[in-house]
């Protein structure tokens, strides 16, 4: 997906961090939304390695290989304490921490894992008490520079961006649940694929290809099936991300909303938001952005 004229200097999610910025990054929860938005915006250009410092993390004597590994430290540093798979990280105000890595156009080049999937009981929960529900109801996005772009260490922390459902986005995300926990519950554990869903994809979700929990099989009997779990496709994000960002620029929205269900079954993602000329906040021209 390419938008001209763009690159991620327009979104405004990274921008060089000072060599002499001092962090205060306490690990107490916050008491309100204000209080987590604002250590939030605290991290915008900063280093991984410069929070790290702050929380007293050593990046060298850390397993940094697993990419979840810098969620854990933005979750440390903004006092995120959430222990149930079925709350929120920060479970006081309703606010689901999600990082996710943006190149340097602004785009997301992965799937976001959201929670891990009850295969038992898929025939009994509901949309509104679901655990994909609850963790999606109230999203603080944390971009940062993917692996590779990068040392560890000087990889940087972009905006913070809340984001809260639209009635549009929401019923895109129940119509995947419903018919991906449909499946689950009558027994297809074995047909689902990462290419069933628009918005949603249920992928396998453990430490190794060994491990097993029960299923429901198609005659009602119990399977040991791999685990699975939830994952926002990149689209989908990416979008919603960039809607984010031009609306606290005042942006206006695009003359089509997105998320417009496809018009095949194969257009499995929505289509991107179609570009829109160039709002002078950012070059093409990647040599001469300011990141």
Request: charged share 20%; glycine share 10%; proline share 11%.
């Amino acid at each position: 997906m390419h938008r001209p004229g763009r690159n991620i200097a327009a979104l405004g999610c990274l921008v060089r961090a000072s060599r002499s910025q001092q962090l205060n990054l306490p690990v107490a929860g916050p008491r309100s939304l204000d209080e987590l938005l604002a250590r939030a915006a605290g991290l915008h250009g900063a280093t991984i390695g410069g929070v790290a410092e702050r929380c007293g993390v050593a990046l060298d004597r850390q397993p940094w290989g697993h990419k979840g590994r810098v969620g854990e430290l933005i979750e440390r540093a903004l006092g995120a304490s959430a222990q149930s798979l079925d709350l929120p990280d920060f479970p006081q105000l309703g606010v689901e921490l999600k990082t996710v890595p943006l190149d340097a156009l602004g785009h997301v080049r992965e799937s976001t894992f959201v929670c891990t999937i009850d295969l038992t009981r898929a025939a009994h929960e509901a949309w509104e008490s679901s655990r994909l529900w609850g963790k999606l109801r109230c999203v603080l996005w944390v971009p940062v520079e993917p692996a590779g772009s990068a040392p560890l260490a000087l990889r940087r922390i972009g905006r913070p961006l809340l984001w809260r459902p639209s009635a549009a986005q929401e019923a895109l995300l129940r119509a995947d649940w419903t018919a991906l926990m449909g499946l689950i519950a009558v027994g297809g554990i074995e047909e689902l694929s990462a290419h069933l869903g628009e918005v949603l994809q249920v992928r396998p979700k453990a430490a190794h290809g060994r491990v097993r929990t029960p299923a429901p099989g198609p005659e009602g009997e119990e399977l040991a099936a791999m685990p699975r779990g939830f994952y926002l496709r990149a689209r989908f994000t990416e979008g919603l991300l960039w809607s984010l960002g031009d609306a606290s620029r005042g942006v206006p929205p695009p003359p089509r909303g997105f998320g417009a269900p496809p018009s095949r079954r194969k257009q499995l993602r929505p289509p991107p938001p179609p570009p829109r000329p160039s709002d002078g906040l950012a070059s093409p021209d990647l040599d001469r952005a300011v990141l």
